[in-house]
């Protein structure tokens, strides 16, 4: 397995609104991370866990909680978002955080916040 | 922070050879990454430099200098699926903290037949 699963494809929730974006992998990758991706704009880098803790915080709002449960999984809690925060989150995993550390993907949770 | 710079669009016929430049400005470099991203998928890995030099992976090479702050990703034999937008990543590790990759903003490149 070389993938790295995302759920849900697309969300569309409320500003008062509780969801939660997930993200598996089963390569045995230490290293997960989260990005954020709007239209024509380069993925910016929100979260980064090694060995299922937090590694690195990119000053994102409180209102964005990640979590990492095992190495396996990665969750994103949303609560209270915004209009702006409508855009595609991706997750990516790799082996560590090591220097050659190459980032595999996942197909992106599209966000609408209305 | 980080400064990347890349064209934000290119365009090229089938069969012909396209070079694509990043330029950057960061602190703790540890390597510079090419990624491809087409519409609506995720970003893909297409090549990795740390050290100077050019690194070859079929159709498609990367090079790096890292006195200039400078890459170039150069594709060979376009083909249309090669349309797609080229996003240049860099590795910023600053003392122990270590994992941040920064990416430019992409070039889109377009290939006519």
């Known amino acids: 397995d070389t993938e790295v699963t995302q759920t849900p494809k697309h969300l569309v929730m409320g500003m008062t609104n509780k969801k939660s974006l997930k993200c598996e992998q089963h390569?045995?990758?230490?290293?997960m991370y989260w990005y954020k991706q709007k239209a024509k704009k380069p993925p910016e880098l929100m979260f980064v866990?090694?060995?299922?803790?937090?590694?690195i915080n990119e000053s994102v709002p409180s209102r964005f909680s990640p979590e990492c449960p095992n190495s396996s999984l990665l969750n994103l809690h949303l609560h209270a978002l915004q209009p702006e925060d409508s855009a595609l989150y991706l997750c990516?995993?790799?082996?560590?955080?090591?220097?050659?550390?190459?980032?595999?993907f996942g197909a992106g949770s599209r966000l609408t916040v209305l | 922070g980080q400064n990347i710079d890349q064209p934000t669009e290119m365009t090229a016929t089938e069969g012909a050879i396209v070079q694509i430049n990043c330029t950057y400005q960061?602190?703790?470099?540890?390597?510079l990454f090419w990624y491809q991203q087409h519409a609506g998928e995720a970003p893909t890995f297409l090549s990795y430099?740390?050290?100077?030099g050019l690194e070859e992976k079929g159709r498609f090479s990367s090079f790096l200098s890292r006195s200039k702050g400078y890459s170039y990703l150069l594709l060979k034999e376009l083909q249309m699926k090669d349309s797609a937008s080229y996003l240049c990543?860099?590795?910023?590790?600053?003392?122990?903290?270590?994992?941040?990759?920064?990416f430019g903003r992409g070039t889109q490149l377009t290939v006519w037949p």
């Open positions: 990516a995993s790799s082996q560590d955080l090591s220097g050659a550390n190459v980032l595999t």
């Open positions: 390569m045995g990758h230490r290293a």
């Open positions: 866990y090694s060995y299922e803790k937090l590694s």
């Open positions: 960061t602190s703790g470099f540890n390597g």
């Open positions: 430099n740390v050290l100077d």
């Open positions: 990543a860099v590795r910023s590790d600053r003392g122990s903290t270590l994992g941040r990759l920064y």
